[in-house]
């Protein structure tokens, strides 16, 4: 079963590897036709849970996201390796976490468990959601996260307009594809947790290529 679960987590994060390239994405999902019947599907009685669950979500991940953009020498095959490994011991995680070259183990951990327990609550506190597909989840997710990342970028310049679009871009797919990987998840908080930074580290390549194409524009002007 874990193995099942972490699977789905790992091809999450590939999923959004490839959203993460595409210009459209954003766009082709919120005209998506199946989202609009999906939110008139859900009761929103209890929606300040599912609000209160991704804000809090993209506050962490701003942490998270800044601690591996920060660490350069990650060994995803050592992560990989203790996928299919029956670990419960937050020191094991954070041990884990240490021997693949994460040098902040301890905070990154403490941050990743922090996620585990926010989807908790949302399990406890509103079980209708959790009990939706995954379709009218994603829809309803989307709603929120979309929400919070507005497209009025304060910069000038054709490069460094398209530069924070696809940083937000990144941050916005990463943020709701981590969400959807906890929510489906429940092999126990480690488990969960090391999920979790597979996903994360999507992130960080997703903000590499952003950059790469920002230098690649200012060597065009």
Request: charged share 30%; proline share 1%; glycine share 4%.
């Amino acid at each position: 079963m874990k193995k099942k679960i972490l699977g789905f987590v790992v091809t999450l994060a590939l999923l959004n590897f490839i959203s993460c390239s595409q210009d459209n994405y954003t766009e082709e999902n919120s005209d998506n036709e199946m989202f609009p019947k999906a939110l008139n599907r859900y009761s929103a009685s209890n929606d300040e849970y599912v609000y209160d669950f991704v804000k809090k979500h993209i506050e962490i991940n701003d942490k998270i996201f800044s601690i591996l953009e920060s660490e350069t020498n990650i060994n995803s095959k050592i992560l990989d390796k203790y996928l299919s490994k029956d670990i419960t011991s937050e020191d094991e995680f954070k041990s884990i976490l240490q021997e693949s070259g994460v040098k902040r183990f301890n905070e990154l951990g403490e941050l990743m468990l922090l996620q585990v327990e926010n989807s908790k609550i949302l399990h406890s506190k509103n079980p209708t959601f959790i009990k939706l597909d995954k379709i009218e989840q994603d829809a309803i997710l989307t709603k929120y996260i979309d929400q919070m990342f507005s497209n009025n970028y304060q910069v000038t310049g054709k490069c460094e307009h398209q530069r924070e679009k696809d940083r937000s871009r990144c941050e916005r797919n990463s943020n709701k594809t981590g969400a959807l990987a906890l929510l489906g998840c429940v092999g126990g908080p480690v488990i969960c947790g090391l999920g979790l930074v597979a996903v994360m580290m999507v992130h960080t390549d997703c903000i590499k290529d952003a950059e790469v194409d920002y230098k690649d524009c200012l060597k065009g002007l």
